[in-house]
């Protein structure tokens, strides 16, 4: 079969008046699959062959568009990422076989010996860690601040600062930070802002208009759906051109963390799926978090009565994702509540269908010293809930049964 030239990328595509929940579902193959298979077809294979030696050497040196080798580029990984950037409106999207995989790659890309992070110490476990313990170890510091404090940014940011990084609501903190202000504090010095949007997926708001430059999330979570598959994506909005050189011909090949075709296959069907999935999610996120607050103390940004309401409608629109968390008096109280749970599943994971509970501090930060729980604001009496797709009243009546039986 011929090379055929990539042609009818997403951008070619008349999407002009079209909303996302259109736009996740008929984004185009980057090339037509030969039998017409409206889903995307998974090639799970590793090497792709050529008609001669010219174009070979062609694809191998980037002259023609054409996957060679699967660690770095794969029809069904490509059409994944080909659907992100039509959603984002992204210059480069790279999918990973993680969150933690694109997080690495996107601060390795930024990163070199002698260079500094200006981050808050309100992060996702492994991030903190990758940041101050494995990042540490190659000799770039790590420069922890309040990011809600923009005096704090200013101080930190330097010649030698490698990028921003934030979560853009902390989890389990649940902290919003003024994006647009973090991203002219940091762009004045020249450095590229990188945002994980996990807990608010991009087809709710546009990070690139809040000053974002490398959006990364774990589509493990709302994306895949369901709790089906590991993902990661980069999203890259070409303000800081090296930064996707440096992904995608460095790191992909030498890192090898690229998405496998099994997982890009059921991310693709989550996508599809993914707003009306939250809608929802977000919705029974509220409604529960409005009747919880009648019994418990409970920290949700979108309660009219959370600190960071204004700000996150501002910058996220009217939903408010779907995790939020619950205080009770100790972590006994904590603890006989998950064990009297009989519809919500004690698990880890955010943003799989069921509704999910967990004890932050003797689970993910199970390992960390009670002083540096406290430094982090990770409190023994918190509870995390990831709320799920059953019907609102049924999750509801659970916690309240737990948490009501003493026993
Ligand atoms: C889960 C999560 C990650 C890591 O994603 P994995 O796919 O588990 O590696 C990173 N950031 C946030 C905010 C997360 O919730």
Not at 138 to 143: I, S
Not at 263 to 282: C, F, K, N, S
Request: proline share 4%.
């Amino acid at each position: 079969m011929p090379c055929v030239q990539a042609s009818s990328t997403p951008q070619n595509f008349i999407f002009n008046n079209m909303k996302k929940q259109t736009i996740a579902i008929n984004t185009p193959f980057v090339r037509p699959d030969i039998y017409g298979s409206l889903a995307v077809p998974v090639y799970n294979n590793v090497a792709f062959e050529f008609s001669d030696a010219k174009e070979m050497a062609d694809a191998f040196c980037n002259r023609i568009k054409a996957p060679d080798y699967a660690r770095v580029e794969n029809p069904t990984v490509t059409n994944f990422e080909q659907r992100v950037k039509a959603l984002t409106g992204a210059e480069h999207v790279t999918a990973f076989n993680s969150g933690m995989a694109a997080i690495s790659n996107a601060l390795l890309a930024v990163s070199e010996q002698g260079k500094n992070i200006v981050t808050s110490r309100h992060l996702f476990g492994n991030t903190l860690a990758l940041i101050t313990s494995t990042l540490h170890r190659f000799g770039v510091e790590a420069r922890l601040r309040d990011l809600t404090n923009p005096e704090a940014v200013k101080d930190a940011v330097d010649e030698q600062t490698a990028c921003v990084f934030l979560e853009v609501v902390t989890n389990p903190q649940l902290e919003v930070a003024d994006l647009k202000g973090i991203a002219e504090i940091a762009h004045e010095k020249g450095v590229p802002v990188i945002a994980d949007s996990t807990i608010i997926p991009f087809t709710e708001t546009s990070l690139k208009d809040l000053g974002v430059d490398i959006e990364v999330v774990a589509s493990t979570k709302y994306i895949s759906g369901g709790g089906t598959s590991l993902g990661g994506l980069v999203i890259d909005y070409g303000t800081f051109p090296e930064i996707n050189q440096r992904v995608k011909y460095d790191l992909l090949f030498n890192l090898g963390a690229y998405m496998t075709p099994q997982a890009a296959y059921m991310q693709t069907l989550g996508l599809e799926t993914l707003d009306v999935r939250y809608q929802r999610q977000a919705s029974n996120a509220l409604w529960l978090a409005q009747e919880l607050s009648k019994i418990v103390k409970v920290n949700y940004i979108g309660l009219e009565s959370n600190p960071y309401h204004a700000l996150a409608r501002q910058q996220f629109g009217p939903t408010a994702g779907a995790m939020l968390t619950i205080d009770l008096e100790s972590k006994e109280a904590c603890f006989r509540l998950l064990n009297n749970l009989k519809l919500v599943h004690r698990a880890t994971n955010l943003f799989d269908s069921r509704t999910l509970a967990i004890h932050p501090a003797s689970t993910i930060f199970g390992n960390f010293p009670e002083e540096q729980l406290k430094e982090i604001d990770v409190r023994q009496t918190t509870i995390r809930i990831s709320v799920g797709l059953e019907a609102p009243e049924d999750i509801l009546a659970d916690i309240k049964q737990a948490l009501g039986n003493k026993e």
